[in-house]
């Protein structure tokens, strides 16, 4: 599996502003609100921001590293900066509902995934070959204020879909685009650090009902791409536009969230996807023989499908913003054309529980990947034929991570995660599978 189908989710970064007051341009939340003069010392940013043109920084470092397990045992250290702005164009030129953004990132130091573990469910949710690249450039005209949109434009799919709240409390990439997709997907799917040319239509019927469907080009890199999909669109400027479309719908529906409401709030997300591009069996060739013994070519397919649901729930609400929030996420693909069958993952979040620091956060979240049957088959076969010593199962994690907020927009993380089956139970080279892996790790979040 190339990289980038083990890491392709992003993380999630505040970028709404304030809303008391005259506009500011400065994002929620953010180390400018320390500053003095608001970081902005001569009125640049309120100025923008009068006539709708929004911006920021926002820089993730970390440590990472495995004190046993992987490949090997070591250390990293990597980083990303993003940029990111947007532009109201009814306050900027009168044209209504009309908005755009954009952001770009500058990615660099080494993965621990790629470097010591070569697990499915990377620790990090950034990590990525280092470069200079652009992420998302859309528009979005609102029909019909906060009822009816249509986005457009470079998009990634990990922004709106299959999206959790209370997972952003953790770092391991699989808790964002989840593995499944990522690893069944070509190089990856539109995600990060991908996006690519598409359209997102979004309507909400009621306030507690939301339903989005997409259509992007089904391969940021591309089905001649040998090797790592991101050296292949280095900079994410390829646009890619004749590949076979990915399709993917979701429906939404919140509970509970009215001021009064006596029960605690949820949402509950349910929806699927489906690839129009030919996909190879995992077992068998065109004729039906095993391709552990076989010259010809895998059996194809014409297209992949894929099947999801979701819940964010609020399990205890005390006083002075105590509160516990749980998520549970499932995916379901069919076995014969994808190497990861089954992807379950869910935790828990707690906020307000820290005396004297209201506005830390810790939790715990597991991640489970089954391999397909059909990807188990031929490892059966390999094995028989003495080819391979071992047959991959599955991947799991469990992750504990505290966030402790510096001032706004500033967070520090510790974090542990253990993984059992790296690769799920693949040969580490010298015919045993790699050991599990403790990682732990530092990471800091600063927003500007």
């Not at 309507?203 to 339903?211: L, N, S």
């Not at 995660?417 to 690769?423: A, T």
């Amino acid at each position: 599996v190339a990289m980038c189908a083990i890491c392709c989710a992003t993380s999630v970064v505040a970028h709404d502003e304030k809303s008391d007051g005259p506009p500011t341009g400065i994002p929620n939340p953010s180390i400018a609100t320390s500053l003095p003069k608001q970081g902005d010392p001569f009125g640049s940013r309120a100025a923008l921001a009068g006539i709708g043109i929004t911006g920021g920084v926002n820089y993730i470092g970390e440590v990472l590293g495995n004190a046993s397990g992987g490949i090997k045992r070591g250390a990293i250290y990597d980083g990303r900066v993003e940029l990111y702005g947007d532009i109201d164009f009814e306050k900027l030129a009168g044209w209504k509902g009309l908005t755009f953004h954009a952001n770009a990132y500058q990615i660099h130091g080494h993965g621990l995934t790629a470097n010591n573990l070569k697990n499915l469910l990377p620790v990090s949710s950034f990590e990525a070959t280092p470069a200079t690249r652009l992420l998302e450039a859309w528009f979005e005209q609102q029909l019909i204020p906060n009822k009816f949109s249509v986005r457009f434009g470079q998009l990634a799919a990990d922004s709106e879909f299959m999206t959790s709240e209370t997972a952003t409390q953790f770092i391991n990439n699989s808790l964002g685009w989840p593995t499944s997709f990522a690893i069944n997907l070509p190089n990856g799917g539109p995600a990060y650090p991908f996006a690519t040319p598409g359209v997102r239509v979004m309507f909400a019927p009621t306030d507690a009902t939301t339903i989005r469907a997409a259509l992007f080009n089904g391969d940021p890199a591309g089905p001649r791409c040998s090797g790592d999909p991101q050296r292949c669109n280095d900079h994410g400027l390829d646009f890619r536009l004749r590949d076979p479309v990915f399709a993917i719908a979701e429906a939404q529906f919140k509970y509970n969230q009215d001021k009064g409401s006596s029960a605690l709030p949820g949402v509950i997300k349910v929806g699927g996807w489906k690839h129009f591009g030919n996909f190879n069996d995992q077992r068998f060739d065109a004729t039906g023989l095993s391709l552990a013994n076989s010259l010809n070519d895998p059996r194809r397919y014409r297209g992949n499908t894929s099947l999801y649901a979701m819940i964010d729930q609020q399990i205890y609400a005390g006083q002075n913003g105590k509160s516990v929030n749980a998520f549970a996420r499932i995916t379901a693909s069919p076995d014969d054309r994808n190497t990861v069958q089954l992807y379950l993952d869910g935790g828990l979040k707690f906020a307000g529980f820290v005396p004297g620091r209201p506005d830390d956060t810790f939790g715990a979240a597991l991640a489970y990947a089954r391999i397909s049957d059909a990807a188990r088959g031929l490892d059966r076969d390999n094995v028989a034929l003495g080819n391979q010593g071992v047959v991959r199962n599955y991947e799991a994690m469990i992750e504990l991570s505290y966030s402790a907020q510096i001032v706004p927009g500033w967070t520090l993380q510790p974090d542990f995660q253990y993984i059992w089956h790296p690769g799920a139970y693949v040969d580490d080279g010298t015919g045993k599978p790699i050991a599990d892996a403790a990682v732990f790790g530092l990471r800091t979040t600063v927003n500007y």
